[in-house]
């Protein structure tokens, strides 16, 4: 679990679901969701030819002798499709409050809602 016991109203997380196993994903989001009120929303990298090809180009030109080139390739690699996290979800016990979205430019966004019903004044 995450440490202490505070909850928020939105929480945020982006880029760091390709850097843990695939048997620790769900459990994290259930942990997250747990601790989130309203909304919670994760991005992470999609893994595509296209990214790959466009970050490629980019980091090449833009970012060529820096470590950021062949991290952020092997990144992508890690990446998911959106039918994957979907997988990986669908054990969890939160998974029916996750919704998983393929958004450009080559991002997969978790999105789930949070446990308080919010009413509009």
Known sequence: GL???????????NHFL????DDGIAPTLTALLARTRRLLVITDL???RSSYFWYALFAGIFLHGSFAVSD???????G????????????AAASARLEVRRERPGRVV??????????PF
């Not at 952020?72 to 890690?78: A, E, F, H, V, Y």
């Not at 998911?80 to 054990?91: D, I, S, T, V, Y």
């Open 3 to 13: 440490p202490g016991s505070e909850r928020f109203d939105y929480v945020f997380a």
């Open 18 to 21: 390709h850097h843990l196993e």
């Open 46 to 48: 999609l893994r595509a």
């Open 72 to 78: 952020g390739l092997l990144s992508i690699r890690r």
């Open 80 to 91: 998911f499709r959106p039918q994957e996290l979907e997988a990986l979800l669908a054990g």
């Open 110 to 119: 978790v999105i789930g809602t949070g446990t308080d019903i919010v009413r």
